[in-house]
C-alpha cells in the first residue's frame, strides 16, 4: 500500500514538472535537494524561477499535509479524542500555504488528488479493521477500505475548496469565513448519516465518546452539534493563525491589495507612530489595542477603519465561538446533575435505583441450539426479569409455520423456566422474564423459496405470547451480509419494567431510524448484535450516542464483541466482551426514560445547517453577475455609512448597500 501511495504521488506530480519546463525550457533546473523540491514541488513555493527560491513554505505544507495524515490515522477504531479537533485545522492550513486556487490547472489537480489519497490513506488505516472478517489480515479488505475512504474524502474535499473560494470571492466577509467551513463540513456528515449505507460509521463526534460533557451535548442537537463544534473549532483557529500573521490584504489567495493606495496605511509602525513594516504584527497588547492606535493615522483613514473593522469582526467572532463552546459544556455537565435525580445534593439513600437482574445469553451455533435453550432456562430460573439473545443466534427458519413453532418453544422455555423459578425456596426476583429472542427468516411461498431473507427480533413476554416482531432495517451489505431490509418501524410493549423497544446491531448506526424509540418514550431499548475483528470496540461506542440522543436505556447483547449497559448519560455498566457460549448477567437499572430535546426539536439543527451550508455554496460557486443582482435587488435601498462617511472610492469600486465589488470580486 506505501508503495502504491508513492507511485500514485510522483505520478500526481510529474504533470507539473512538465509543464514548468515547457514554460521555461531554457531555465536549467538546480542540482540536489534543492533540485528536486523545486521540480516536485507546486510552483507556490518558488515565487520566482531560477532564483535560489526558499523551500520553508513547501516544507511547512508537507508537514501540514503528514501531521493531517497522522490526524486521520488516529481517528477511528484506535481514535485520540485531541485529533478529531485539530485534523481540520492541518488540512486547511495546508490548502492554504499551497495555494491551490494559483496553481496551473495540472498542478491543482495533482494537489487535490494528493489531498485526496493522502487523507484516504489515513482514513484507511484508521479503519483498517472495518470489514476484516475472518481472523486473518487480509489485504482485499484493507484495498476496498481504501478505495471507500477515496471516493468518500472526494466529497469531504468540498467545504475546505469552498472555504478558500470563499476567502477569494469575499476578502472582507472575515466574520463569516468560519461558518462557511463548519457549516458544510457538517452538513456533509449529517447527508451521510441519512443517505449513505453505512450510516453514521465513522463520524467524527464518535471519537469524543470518552469527552462527557461534549457527548451529553447530543440530547440538545445530536451528532451534528457535536461535529459543528469540531469544525468551527477549527476554522476559527484557522483564521485566527492567518491573521496573526499576515496583513488583512496580504494573504495569497488575493491577488492584489484591495485598495490601491494601501501602502499610505499600511506602512506604518505601531510603536514609533512612523512609517514602517508593511505587515501587522500582532503584540502582547492584542489586536483591539493595535487597532485602536492603527486608525489615529491621518491619510487615508478609510483604509486603516477597514481593517479595524475584519479584526473587531473576527474578535466578536472569536467571542461569539467561545461563548457557545462554554455553554454547550455547561449544558453538557449539567445534564447527568440535573436530571439523575440527585440535584440538589440528596442523600445516599434518595438516589438509589432499583434494578433488574438481566443476562445476555450466547450461543454457538456450531453446536446447536440446545445449549442455548438450556442456558436460557437456567436465566429464568435463576430469576432474571431479562434474557437476550445476540443476533441471529437461534438459526434459520423458513416460512410463518417453522417461526410459530420457534415461538411456542420459546413460550415452553417460559414457562418451565418460571416453573424451576417458583420452586427455589428464594423468591428475590418476581419481575419478567421477557425473554428476546433472535432467529433469520427465509420467505417460502410452498413452490420455491424466494431471495427474501429477513434478520428478526421477537420479545417473548412472560404468558408465553409474543410482546411485537422486529426485522432488521440495516443489513451491512459492505460486509456479505445478505437479506432484506425491514419496513424500518421501530415498535413496542408496555412491561412491568418498562416500555420496551428493540433494533438489530447495524440499525444503531442510523440516528433517524432510532429517533423513532424516542419520539414512543422508549424506557429500555434492546440491541442484539454480532461484531468481528476490532469493530466490536467502535460499534459499542456509537450505539451509546443513542441512549444519550434519546433518553432510553440501553442493553447490549453482542457475539464476538462487547455487551453492556448504557445509560441515558452515557454511563456504561457492564461492560463485557466475549466470544460465545458464555452468560453475561449484568445489573439493569429501572427508570423512565430521560427527557431530550433531540427527537422533538434537536435534530432539526441538522437540516438548519444543511440550508447554510447551501447557501454558502451557492454564493461561493454560483455565478458571480447573479449574485451582484441579487446584492443590487435586496440591499440597494441600504446606505453603507462606512463609504458614504469618505467619500466615493474610485478605482473601480461600486457599492451596493454593505458591498463592495472591486475588479470583478465582492469585497
Same mark, same amino acid.
Not at 426514560?593 to 451550508?613: C, N, S, V
Given at each position: 500500500? #506505501?508503495?502504491?501511495?508513492?507511485?500514485?504521488?510522483?505520478?500526481?506530480?510529474?504533470?507539473?514538472?512538465?509543464?514548468?519546463?515547457?514554460?521555461?525550457? /531554457?531555465?536549467?533546473?538546480?542540482?540536489?535537494?534543492?533540485?528536486?523540491?523545486?521540480?516536485?514541488?507546486?510552483?507556490?513555493?518558488?515565487?520566482?524561477?531560477?532564483?535560489?527560491?526558499?523551500?520553508?513554505?513547501?516544507?511547512?505544507?508537507?508537514?501540514?499535509?503528514?501531521?493531517?495524515?497522522?490526524?486521520?490515522?488516529?481517528?477511528?477504531?484506535?481514535?485520540?479524542?485531541?485529533?478529531?479537533?485539530?485534523?481540520?485545522?492541518?488540512?486547511?492550513?495546508?490548502?492554504?500555504?499551497?495555494?491551490?486556487?494559483?496553481?496551473? @490547472?495540472?498542478?491543482?489537480?495533482?494537489?487535490?488528488?494528493?489531498?485526496?489519497?493522502?487523507?484516504?490513506?489515513?482514513?484507511?488505516?484508521?479503519?483498517?479493521?472495518?470489514?476484516?472478517?475472518?481472523?486473518?489480515?487480509?489485504?482485499?479488505?484493507?484495498?476496498?477500505?481504501?478505495?471507500?475512504?477515496?471516493?468518500?474524502?472526494?466529497?469531504?474535499?468540498?467545504?475546505?475548496?469552498?472555504?478558500?473560494?470563499?476567502?477569494?470571492?469575499?476578502?472582507?466577509?472575515?466574520?463569516?469565513?468560519?461558518?462557511?467551513?463548519?457549516? $458544510?463540513?457538517?452538513?456533509?456528515?449529517?447527508?451521510?448519516?441519512?443517505?449513505?449505507?453505512?450510516?453514521?460509521?465513522?463520524?467524527?463526534?464518535?471519537?469524543?465518546?470518552?469527552?462527557?460533557?461534549?457527548?451529553?451535548?447530543?440530547?440538545?442537537?445530536?451528532?451534528?452539534?457535536?461535529?459543528?463544534? #469540531?469544525?468551527?473549532?477549527?476554522?476559527?483557529?484557522?483564521?485566527?493563525?492567518?491573521?496573526?500573521?499576515?496583513?488583512?490584504?496580504?494573504?495569497?489567495?488575493?491577488?492584489?491589495?484591495?485598495?490601491?493606495?494601501?501602502? *499610505?496605511?499600511?506602512?506604518?509602525?505601531?510603536?514609533?507612530?512612523?512609517?514602517?513594516?508593511?505587515? $501587522?504584527?500582532?503584540?502582547?497588547?492584542?489586536?483591539?489595542?493595535?487597532?485602536?492606535?492603527? %486608525?489615529? $493615522?491621518?491619510?487615508?483613514?478609510?483604509?486603516?477603519?477597514?481593517?479595524?473593522?475584519?479584526?473587531?469582526?473576527?474578535?466578536?467572532?472569536?467571542?461569539?465561538?467561545?461563548?457557545?463552546?462554554?455553554?454547550?459544556?455547561?449544558?453538557?455537565?449539567?445534564?447527568?446533575?440535573?436530571?439523575?435525580?440527585?440535584?440538589?445534593?440528596?442523600?445516599?439513600?434518595? /438516589?438509589?435505583?432499583?434494578?433488574?437482574?438481566?443476562?445476555?445469553?450466547?450461543?454457538?451455533?456450531?453446536?446447536?441450539?440446545?445449549?442455548?435453550?438450556?442456558? %436460557?432456562?437456567?436465566?429464568?430460573?435463576?430469576?432474571?426479569?431479562?434474557?437476550?439473545?445476540?443476533?441471529?443466534?437461534?438459526?434459520?427458519?423458513?416460512?410463518?409455520?417453522?417461526?410459530?413453532?420457534?415461538?411456542?418453544?420459546?413460550?415452553?422455555?417460559?414457562? @418451565?423456566?418460571?416453573?424451576?423459578?417458583?420452586? #427455589?425456596?428464594?423468591?428475590?426476583?418476581?419481575?419478567?422474564?421477557?425473554?428476546?429472542?433472535?432467529?433469520?427468516?427465509?420467505?417460502?411461498?410452498?413452490?420455491?423459496?424466494?431471495?427474501?431473507?429477513?434478520?428478526?427480533?421477537?420479545?417473548?413476554?412472560?404468558?408465553?405470547?409474543?410482546?411485537?416482531?422486529?426485522?432488521? %432495517? *440495516?443489513?451491512?451489505?459492505?460486509?456479505?451480509?445478505?437479506?432484506?431490509?425491514?419496513?424500518?418501524?421501530?415498535?413496542?410493549?408496555?412491561?412491568?419494567?418498562?416500555?420496551?423497544?428493540?433494533?438489530?446491531?447495524?440499525?444503531?448506526?442510523?440516528?433517524?431510524?432510532?429517533?423513532?424509540?424516542?419520539?414512543?418514550?422508549?424506557?429500555?431499548?434492546?440491541?442484539?448484535?454480532?461484531?468481528?475483528?476490532?469493530?466490536?470496540?467502535?460499534?459499542?461506542?456509537?450505539?451509546?450516542?443513542?441512549?444519550?440522543?434519546?433518553?432510553?436505556?440501553?442493553?447490549?447483547?453482542?457475539?464476538?464483541?462487547?455487551?453492556?449497559?448504557?445509560?441515558?448519560?452515557?454511563?456504561?455498566?457492564?461492560?463485557?466482551?466475549?466470544?460465545?457460549?458464555?452468560? @453475561?448477567?449484568?445489573?439493569?437499572? $429501572?427508570?423512565?426514560?430521560?427527557?431530550?430535546?433531540?427527537?422533538?426539536?434537536?435534530?432539526?439543527?441538522?437540516?438548519?445547517?444543511?440550508?447554510?451550508?447551501?447557501?454558502?455554496?451557492?454564493?461561493?460557486?454560483?455565478?458571480?453577475?447573479?449574485?451582484?443582482?441579487?446584492?443590487?435587488?435586496?440591499?440597494?435601498?441600504?446606505?453603507?455609512?462606512?463609504?458614504?462617511?469618505?467619500?466615493?472610492?474610485?478605482?473601480?469600486?461600486?457599492?451596493?448597500?454593505?458591498?463592495?465589488?472591486?475588479?470583478?470580486?465582492?469585497?
Amino acid at each position: 500500500l #506505501l508503495g502504491i501511495h508513492s507511485a500514485a504521488v510522483l505520478l500526481l506530480l510529474l504533470p507539473g514538472v512538465v509543464y514548468r519546463r515547457r514554460q521555461a525550457p /531554457t531555465l536549467p533546473l538546480a542540482r540536489g535537494p534543492a533540485g528536486l523540491a523545486r521540480a516536485l514541488l507546486p510552483q507556490a513555493c518558488f515565487p520566482v524561477m531560477g532564483s535560489d527560491a526558499t523551500v520553508a513554505r513547501c516544507w511547512k505544507a508537507g508537514a501540514l499535509l503528514f501531521v493531517s495524515f497522522l490526524s486521520s490515522a488516529f481517528g477511528g477504531l484506535q481514535a485520540i479524542m485531541i485529533l478529531a479537533w485539530l485534523q481540520p485545522l492541518f488540512l486547511l492550513l495546508f490548502l492554504h500555504h499551497s495555494e491551490v486556487f494559483h496553481q496551473p @490547472l495540472l498542478a491543482k489537480i495533482g494537489i487535490l488528488l494528493l489531498t485526496c489519497v493522502v487523507q484516504a490513506v489515513g482514513y484507511a488505516v484508521a479503519f483498517a479493521g472495518m470489514l476484516n472478517i475472518s481472523s486473518s489480515f487480509l489485504a482485499a479488505n484493507l484495498g476496498l477500505v481504501f478505495l471507500m475512504c477515496t471516493l468518500f474524502w472526494i466529497v469531504l474535499l468540498l467545504p475546505f475548496l469552498t472555504h478558500l473560494q470563499f476567502r477569494i470571492r469575499f476578502p472582507h466577509a472575515v466574520f463569516s469565513r468560519p461558518f462557511v467551513f463548519a457549516s $458544510i463540513w457538517t452538513a456533509l456528515w449529517h447527508v451521510s448519516a441519512c443517505i449513505n449505507p453505512i450510516g453514521s460509521t465513522g463520524n467524527p463526534a464518535y471519537t469524543q465518546y470518552s469527552f462527557q460533557s461534549i457527548v451529553l451535548t447530543a440530547r440538545l442537537w445530536g451528532l451534528e452539534g457535536i461535529v459543528f463544534l #469540531l469544525a468551527w473549532t477549527a476554522a476559527v483557529a484557522h483564521e485566527s493563525l492567518l491573521l496573526r500573521h499576515h496583513t488583512m490584504f496580504e494573504g495569497s489567495l488575493i491577488d492584489s491589495p484591495p485598495f490601491p493606495d494601501q501602502n *499610505h496605511c499600511s506602512n506604518f509602525d505601531e510603536d514609533s507612530g512612523s512609517a514602517g513594516s508593511t505587515d $501587522i504584527h500582532f503584540s502582547g497588547r492584542g489586536w483591539r489595542t493595535y487597532a485602536s492606535r492603527y %486608525t489615529k $493615522i491621518g491619510t487615508n483613514l478609510c483604509i486603516c477603519e477597514r481593517q479595524c473593522c475584519q479584526l473587531r469582526d473576527h474578535a466578536f467572532h472569536v467571542k461569539l465561538w467561545g461563548t457557545v463552546v462554554l455553554l454547550s459544556l455547561v449544558f453538557g455537565g449539567a445534564q447527568e446533575i440535573l436530571y439523575s435525580g440527585s440535584f440538589f445534593q440528596k442523600r445516599i439513600e434518595k /438516589t438509589i435505583k432499583p434494578t433488574v437482574q438481566a443476562s445476555c445469553v450466547l450461543g454457538n451455533r456450531l453446536s446447536g441450539n440446545d445449549a442455548l435453550w438450556n442456558n %436460557t432456562v437456567q436465566r429464568i430460573a435463576a430469576g432474571d426479569a431479562l434474557i437476550l439473545w445476540p443476533e441471529a443466534a437461534g438459526g434459520t427458519v423458513v416460512g410463518d409455520d417453522e417461526e410459530a413453532k420457534l415461538f411456542s418453544e420459546a413460550a415452553r422455555v417460559v414457562s @418451565l423456566g418460571l416453573h424451576m423459578r417458583n420452586s #427455589l425456596s428464594d423468591q428475590t426476583q418476581r419481575q419478567g422474564p421477557y425473554l428476546g429472542i433472535t432467529y433469520i427468516k427465509q420467505m417460502n411461498t410452498g413452490k420455491q423459496f424466494l431471495a427474501e431473507v429477513y434478520n428478526c427480533f421477537a420479545l417473548i413476554l412472560p404468558n408465553g405470547k409474543v410482546g411485537f416482531t422486529y426485522s432488521k %432495517t *440495516h443489513p451491512v451489505y459492505v460486509a456479505g451480509e445478505n437479506i432484506s431490509a425491514g419496513p424500518g418501524t421501530l415498535k413496542f410493549v408496555d412491561t412491568s419494567i418498562g416500555r420496551i423497544s428493540a433494533a438489530i446491531c447495524f440499525d444503531f448506526e442510523f440516528p433517524t431510524l432510532i429517533r423513532q424509540a424516542g419520539n414512543m418514550g422508549v424506557d429500555i431499548m434492546l440491541d442484539t448484535a454480532e461484531t468481528w475483528g476490532s469493530i466490536g470496540h467502535l460499534e459499542f461506542m456509537s450505539d451509546s450516542f443513542r441512549a444519550v440522543e434519546n433518553g432510553f436505556m440501553m442493553l447490549r447483547c453482542s457475539l464476538n464483541g462487547v455487551s453492556g449497559v448504557v445509560t441515558p448519560f452515557n454511563d456504561v455498566l457492564n461492560y463485557r466482551e466475549a466470544l460465545d457460549d458464555s452468560i @453475561l448477567i449484568m445489573d439493569l437499572p $429501572i427508570s423512565k426514560r430521560a427527557k431530550t430535546l433531540y427527537p422533538q426539536f434537536g435534530f432539526l439543527f441538522g437540516w438548519m445547517i444543511d440550508f447554510i451550508a447551501l447557501f454558502y455554496v451557492a454564493v461561493s460557486w454560483g455565478p458571480f453577475c447573479l449574485i451582484q443582482k441579487v446584492a443590487k435587488c435586496f440591499l440597494k435601498s441600504h446606505s453603507c455609512n462606512f463609504i458614504d462617511q469618505h467619500g466615493d472610492r474610485g478605482h473601480g469600486y461600486q457599492t451596493y448597500g454593505n458591498m463592495e465589488f472591486f475588479r470583478g470580486d465582492a469585497a
